[in-house]
């Protein structure tokens, strides 16, 4: 897991944690970053880690630490899709209307366009589709909604909103896709003091049925993040809480303390092979070792 923390002003570095053990392994970026992280967003296969902050992006190798590069950006939430390379930036300034745009390494193209919405997250694409969501607080009404955009041959489309939806207080934070496929979102409400954990039901083609909002997932936290896991497994960022929730059952696992930092901001996840898949590699390794000692 990376975790942005922001604790010591000039001194911002992005941490390594094992939040099964609850071990710290680490951290960089410290010196490099220069200004508090928003958002990050991880590429595996590249081992890359993208570090939002002050309008800037700040790329990272996530195992060494080495600083790669640096470019322009929103001051929204941002997510990488590694099916297309391709790193997706919310316009979440709180004013006007907000693009979410995707970034190619040296441009910026619209994927669209979230009329009068004062915030949004970054776009995220369902797995097995060509079509992302996201989910925007409009500047002018009271509710938030969860908005489908599609893209196809680089030109964006007109996205919908869906409903229900509740109270402007509530602050986008960020969004998931989940293992069976739900967009999966949390909120902050800082009128009811109340983050909260919403759901809408997706096939191929969009969205089904309504939003769903669950119960309240503890107090107002202006840092709430959620991120994917193994399996059903994610997590979500509160203040300096970590829960760890089911998706599917739709329940708290456990939760614990960072204590390592005073103020976090920003999460991702690498995922890493399960135990199984690590016994089936090591299998493999083996057989060949003994094949190339037998020729």
């Known amino acids: ?17 094992d939040p099964v053990n609850r ?12 200004g508090d992280i928003t958002s990050i967003a991880v590429d595996q296969v590249g081992g890359r880690a993208f570090v939002a902050t ?13 600083f790669l590069d ?14 297309l390379n391709r790193l997706t930036v919310a316009n979440g300034t709180g004013s006007g209307s907000d693009p979410v745009r995707v970034y190619d390494g040296s441009t910026y193209t619209e994927l669209a366009t979230l009329t009068d919405r004062y915030y949004s997250t970054a ?6 589709t060509s079509w992302y969501a996201s989910f925007g607080l409009p500047a002018n009404a009271a509710t938030v909604n969860a908005i489908r955009n599609s893209l196809a041959g680089g030109s964006p489309l007109p ?17 998931i896709f989940t293992n069976t496929n739900q967009f999966m979102g949390i909120s902050a409400d800082n009128s009811t003091n109340t983050t909260k954990l ?44 970590l829960v760890t ?40 390794v083996g057989a060949l070792l003994r094949r190339r000692r037998r020729s």
Do not use: C
Not at 3 to 15: E, F, I, K, P
Not at 123 to 128: C, E, H, N, T, V
Not at 256 to 284: C, D, H, K, W, Y
């Open 245 to 284: 929730y089911h998706t599917g059952l739709q329940t708290v696992l456990g939760t614990q303390s960072l204590g390592f930092s005073s103020n976090i901001r920003g999460m991702a996840v690498v995922i890493a092979p399960e135990p199984g898949t690590m016994i089936a590699l090591a299998a493999g």
């Open 198 to 241: 919403w759901t809408v039901d997706t096939d191929t083609s969009g969205f089904v049925g309504g939003l769903g909002v669950w119960g309240s997932m503890g107090a107002y936290a202006a840092n709430a993040n959620i991120a994917n896991g193994h399996g059903s497994l994610a997590y979500l960022l509160m203040g300096t809480n």
């Open 123 to 128: 776009a995220i694409r369902r797995p097995g």
């Open 70 to 83: 640096a470019f322009s950006s929103s001051y929204g939430d941002i997510e990488y899709d590694a099916g």
């Open 1 to 17: 897991m990376l975790l942005g923390d922001n604790t010591t002003a000039g001194a911002q570095r992005v941490m390594r944690y």
């Open 54 to 66: 002050g309008g800037l992006v700040k790329v990272f190798n996530y195992n060494t630490g080495a």
């Open 23 to 34: 071990v710290v392994l680490g951290s960089f970026g410290s010196g490099f970053i220069g």
């Open 159 to 175: 996205f919908d909103a869906i409903g229900p939806s509740w109270s402007s207080t509530n602050a986008p934070r960020a969004a």
